[in-house]
C-alpha cells in the first residue's frame, strides 16, 4: 500500500471533523485533554550485551490507546485495561479519553509530525476510508496472517464492514445498529396489539395516527443521517455508486434515489399531519420524550436498549422491533454502527505487536461478553453469546433478542456491508441539513435529495482528487 503524506489528505479531510454526532450511543462529553506524548519502551540494551549480569529488567512495553468512551462507557473501558494490565505484566496499556470521535482525529492528524500520537486508536466506523487513504496505518491482516490468528468466530456483518479489498484493516470493537422501540402500554390504550409491532412504513404510519391524542404524539425520529442511511440500506440500495465505494472510490452520491424520497416522504408525511414530532437531530431528545410518554414510538440505537429499558422501568413496558421497510418483503440489512481499533504505523514494531495483543484481549468472547452487559453494544465475536453472563442479560433484557436477531438476518451485499467515502461525516451533515429543508417546508423531498446529492458528490471529486496526488 502506497503511504500517502498526511498534509496532503488533511486539507479535505478537515470535512471529516464537523461537530456531529458520533453513530450509535454519541459518547460525547466534549473533552480538552492535551494528546499525550507516547514513549517507546527502551529496548537500547545492545551496547551492554557483555554486562548481562547486571542488565536491569527490561521494561514493560507502553501502549497508549485513545478512546471516545465516556460516563459509563468510559468506566467500562477502564476496567478493560486495567483487567489487560494485571494479566500482562510485559505491557502496559494507557487508555486515554480524547473527547468526541471528531475530536479525538483531529488530534491524531495535529499529532502526526511529531509523533506524539497513539499506538492505537478508536475511530468510528465512517471514518474508515480517511483511516486507509492516510497511509498511517498498519493493517491488522498484516498480524492475523503473521499468526494465524483465527478470525472465524468474528460476526460475519460486523468483520465485513472493516474489510476492504479482501484486507482487514481495524478491529472492530464498539458495535451497534439502530430499532424501533415503543410504548406497549400506549399501544395497548390505543387499541393497537403491544406484541405486534408495525413492520411497514404504512403500518408505522397507521399506528402513529391512532396513538395520537391526548397529549401524546405517535412517534417521534431524530433527524439523524444515520437513520436514513440505515433504513435505505435495509431495503438493499447503496448509498454511493461503485458497490456503495467498496468496488472502487466512489464517484457519485446516490442519496436522491427514488428509495431515498420514498422514505423522507413517508416521514415528511407523519411529521405534516403531526402523528410525528420534529424534535431536531439530537437522539437524546427523542429519548427523553420517550421516556416521558410523551411520544410512543422512537428510533435508537442498540447501544441505548438498557438505559432505555431500565429507564422506562416502573413506568411503562418497552417494546423493540426491527427497523420498518416499505414493503415486508424488501430484503436488506442493516449496518454495523459505532467504532473499531486502528494500529499506528509510526511506533516501533514492538509496540505495534503489543498493541495487537492488546486488540485480541478486547476480542476474547469473556471479555467482549463482560463489555457487552456494561454497556449494551453487540459482542463482536459469536462465542460470547455463550458466556453466561451474557445469557443471564439476555435473560433480564429480552428486548435485545430484535437486535441480535436483526443483526443476524440482515442479507449480506454492498448495502448492508455499508458505504466508504472519506467525506462521510460531512456527508450525513448534508442529509440532515437536506431533511431538515424539507421539514420546515423550504424544499419539496426530490428537490431537497437532488441538492443533497449534487453538494455531497462535488465533495467526493474533491477528495478522490487530492488522495490521488
Known amino acids: 500500500m502506497v503511504k500517502r503524506n498526511w498534509k496532503m489528505v488533511l486539507p479535505v479531510a478537515a470535512m471529516l471533523v464537523l461537530p456531529l454526532s458520533a453513530c450509535a450511543s454519541n459518547p460525547n462529553n466534549g473533552g480538552n485533554e492535551p494528546s499525550p506524548t507516547v514513549s517507546a519502551s527502551n529496548t537500547d540494551t545492545a551496547a551492554n550485551a557483555g554486562a548481562a549480569s547486571t542488565e536491569p529488567a527490561k521494561e514493560p512495553v507502553k501502549v497508549v490507546w485513545w478512546h471516545s468512551m465516556s460516563g459509563e462507557l468510559g468506566t ?3 476496567k478493560l485495561v486495567s483487567d489487560f494490565n494485571a494479566s500482562h505484566p510485559d505491557i502496559k496499556v494507557e487508555g486515554v479519553f480524547q473527547g468526541t470521535y471528531d475530536e479525538s482525529l483531529n488530534k491524531l492528524k495535529a499529532s502526526m509530525d511529531s509523533k506524539s500520537g497513539p499506538s492505537l486508536i478508536q475511530v468510528y466506523e465512517i471514518g474508515s476510508k480517511f483511516m486507509i487513504d492516510s497511509g498511517a496505518v498498519t493493517p491488522v491482516q498484516q498480524f492475523i496472517d503473521e ?3 483465527d478470525i472465524s ?3 460475519p456483518n460486523i468483520r465485513s464492514y472493516y474489510t476492504f479489498d479482501g484486507k482487514q484493516y481495524s478491529m472492530p470493537f464498539n458495535t451497534s445498529n439502530p430499532i424501533l422501540y415503543y410504548n406497549k402500554d400506549l399501544f395497548k390504550k390505543a387499541g393497537l396489539d403491544p406484541n405486534k409491532p408495525p413492520v411497514t412504513y404504512q403500518e408505522v404510519a397507521d399506528a402513529a ?8 404524539t405517535g412517534a417521534s425520529f431524530a433527524i439523524y443521517g444515520w437513520f436514513m442511511e440505515q433504513l435505505l440500506a435495509d431495503q438493499g440500495k447503496d448509498l454511493i455508486n461503485n458497490g456503495n465505494g467498496r468496488e472502487s472510490a466512489a464517484t457519485e452520491s446516490l442519496i436522491n434515489q427514488e428509495a431515498a424520497v420514498t422514505t423522507l416522504t413517508w416521514w415528511k408525511g407523519m411529521v405534516d399531519n403531526k402523528s410525528a414530532l420534529n424534535l431536531g437531530r439530537k437522539t437524546d431528545d427523542t429519548k427523553k420524550a420517550f421516556l416521558a410518554g410523551q411520544i410512543a414510538m422512537t428510533l435508537d440505537s442498540t447501544a441505548s436498549l438498557r438505559g432505555i429499558v431500565d429507564g422506562a422501568a416502573g413506568k411503562f413496558e418497552v417494546g423493540t422491533a426491527f427497523l420498518p421497510k416499505p414493503d415486508a418483503s424488501s430484503e436488506g440489512g442493516v449496518v454495523v454502527g459505532g467504532a473499531s481499533n486502528w494500529i499506528l504505523n509510526n511506533k516501533p514494531a514492538e509496540e505495534q505487536k503489543a498493541a495487537w495483543e492488546f486488540m485480541k484481549y478486547l476480542a476474547e468472547p469473556a471479555v467482549q461478553a463482560e463489555w457487552h452487559i456494561n454497556t449494551g453494544y453487540f459482542p463482536i465475536t459469536t462465542k460470547a453469546y455463550d458466556e453466561q453472563i451474557v445469557k443471564d442479560n439476555l435473560a433480564k433484557y429480552p428486548q435485545f433478542q430484535t437486535a441480535v436477531d436483526q443483526l443476524h438476518a440482515s442479507k449480506p451485499s454492498t448495502a448492508s456491508q455499508g458505504a466508504v467515502m472519506g467525506v462521510f461525516p460531512d456527508a ?4 440532515e441539513g437536506a431533511i ?3 421539514f420546515t417546508g423550504k424544499k419539496d423531498v426530490k428537490a431537497a435529495l437532488d441538492d443533497a446529492a449534487k453538494q455531497i458528490t462535488e465533495k467526493i471529486d474533491i477528495y478522490n482528487k487530492t488522495v490521488s496526488k
Do not use: M, P
Open 153 to 155: 468466530s468474528l460476526e
Open 209 to 216: 395516527k391512532k396513538l395520537t391524542g391526548n397529549g401524546v
Open 428 to 431: 450525513r451533515q448534508t442529509v
Open 76 to 78: 467500562a473501558a477502564d
Open 436 to 438: 431538515e429543508e424539507v
Open 147 to 149: 499468526e494465524s490468528y
